[in-house]
């Protein structure tokens, strides 16, 4: 959790339309990735055991090229939360301090940096813990603060709308979960904790246990918008488009405690919004280094370009973000890109290749831009204007809620005409070139040569593949006792040459593999 949790939650709540009902579908939504991550974890470890992000199994599965592109687009979404991250701490430290939010954010960003580059992913496991505890003391300082100062005045109940069931608190069930579903997937730090965990029944013990205070805290939180809303003390009024729109509703709440209590808020928030930066600068060096240069560039150097990255998250954050709308944005982006690679997850369809599924991802954009000129009346410019949700949901029309149907269906439905298109361009190919080419053995030409691979490659397409993680791994990757050439063969090798006590590192991560591992 972060310090965007205090400011997104409570905006949401306000939005007309969205109120109660809203809110649920909201916190309801956030606990679903964490199940993703409890089913889907334990199945792609079984496909890139050596792995600990998901462009890992991505370039197992499709291919380097896929799997070096999905890598650089997790560093841009995840540079999107880096931003938001930024963002929220330096608007807390400019409301309850009057400081300028920039040196709040180099604050946050030098600190990570350093500790983050001394302790690595250990460091950004155990501020875990912190993260745990400042939530705690937040909702005690937002409990005392509602029952010692918050005044509920039933009439401005009834005027904000807000109990009352809506269309877009109906629709926000689907938009929300899709959005975040598919958006914490490309947050590699999720991901590194998955892989991370002992074994399978501790991620899922881990899930169950997190589920229900993750879905009380998100709701708790963000009832602190309709409350200053509710509240006699005439703090917030509804939102209003360019100026208050109740994302500071937590702190309002807690600007009315004595001003001695904003010094351990600042000192909070900052804790809050370090713990969430920390494990963002953890994902991004793991996805640079193994993902993007595949472990061919030196950790230093990597290190440089998160440093170049952490300059635009500055420099952005001070800005005037609204923290939901890249939000959506991002999760519209993760919606259109991420159902293709996980087709690859379905046994059935071994025959999806890299190809397939770029087109997918694509499609996944072109389907957003289909549906938003057919719904604006033929309209191109509004059309590809909705893949940026230029409204965000102060809508009052089904134009968000298509576009994130669109967005994953397109992604689907492209990678299978891809496939399709595929297949009959190789056809018509090999048609043309079979018993036009020389022989395997005869000396070829360019066209003999083009005619061999469209003739192979079509042949190859109803050849059913089997994926071996060892010829994807990194060398730095490879684990003793994990499939690879330092794995069982070299225990193997090891045992035979007399070297009674080497013992191989039986991984409980995948049981079937462990019984094949042994001393």
Not at 410 to 417: K, L, N, P, Y
């Amino acid at each position: 959790m972060s310090s965007s949790l205090l400011f997104g939650y409570p905006q949401l709540a306000v939005i007309p339309g969205a109120g109660i009902l809203g809110l649920t579908a909201y916190a309801f939504s956030t606990v679903v990735p964490l199940w993703a991550f409890a089913f889907l974890g334990p199945y792609i470890r079984r496909i890139a055991p050596e792995g600990f992000t998901l462009a890992q199994y991505i370039r197992v599965r499709f291919g380097i090229a896929m799997g070096i592109l999905s890598a650089l687009v997790f560093v841009g979404f995840m540079l999107c939360f880096m931003i938001t991250e930024l963002n929220t701490y330096s608007s807390v430290v400019n409301l309850l301090g009057n400081v300028d939010g920039t040196i709040a954010a180099l604050i946050v960003a030098i600190s990570t940096t350093i500790y983050t580059a001394y302790g690595g992913f250990k460091a950004s496991l155990w501020t875990d813990n912190v993260n745990a505890v400042v939530i705690s003391v937040f909702l005690l300082m937002m409990v005392i603060a509602i029952g010692i100062k918050i005044d509920v005045d039933p009439q401005r109940v009834a005027d904000s709308g807000l109990t009352k069931p809506s269309r877009l608190g109906g629709e926000l069930w689907y938009i929300l979960t899709v959005a975040l579903l598919f958006s914490q997937m490309l947050n590699q730090g999720f991901w590194q904790r998955a892989f991370a965990s002992k074994n399978n029944r501790t991620l899922y013990y881990s899930v169950l246990l997190a589920t229900l205070p993750l879905f009380a805290i998100c709701f708790l939180v963000g009832m602190a918008g309709p409350l200053v809303w509710w509240s006699d003390l005439n703090l917030f009024n509804g939102p209003v488009p360019g100026g208050d729109d109740g994302s500071l509703a937590v702190f309002q709440i807690l600007d009315t405690l004595p001003a001695w209590c904003s010094g351990i808020v600042i000192v909070l928030a900052g804790a809050l919004s370090s713990s969430a930066y920390d494990t963002l600068q953890s994902a991004q060096i793991s996805t640079i280094q193994n993902d993007v240069f595949l472990g061919k560039l030196n950790i230093w150097a990597c290190r440089v370009i998160l440093l170049a990255l952490n300059v635009p998250s500055v420099i952005l954050a001070v800005k005037n973000v609204d923290i939901l709308e890249v939000f959506l944005i991002a999760d519209l982006g993760a919606a259109a890109a991420l159902p293709a690679p996980l087709l690859g997850l379905i046994p059935q369809l071994w025959w999806l290749n890299g190809f397939d599924v770029f087109v997918g991802a694509c499609g996944g954009f072109f389907t957003v831009f289909l549906f938003g000129t057919a719904f604006y009346g033929g309209d191109a410019i509004k059309g590809g204007a909705l893949i940026s949700l230029p409204e965000g949901l102060y809508i009052e029309d089904y134009s968000v809620l298509g576009a994130f149907l669109a967005a994953p269906i397109g992604s689907v439905g492209w990678s299978f005409i891809a496939f399709g298109f595929r297949v009959a361009a190789l056809w018509a190919g090999a048609k043309f070139f079979r018993g036009r080419v020389a022989s395997e053995g005869e000396a070829r030409g360019l066209f003999d040569k083009a005619g061999s691979w469209v003739v192979s490659a079509y042949d190859g397409i109803w050849i059913k593949k089997e994926w071996d993680a060892r010829d994807f791994v990194l060398e730095a990757d490879r684990v003793i006792g994990g499939p690879g050439d330092q794995g069982v063969d070299k225990v193997e090798e090891l045992a035979s040459a007399g070297h009674g006590e080497t013992v191989a590192r039986v991984d409980e991560r995948s049981d079937e593999d462990a019984s094949s591992l042994k001393k």
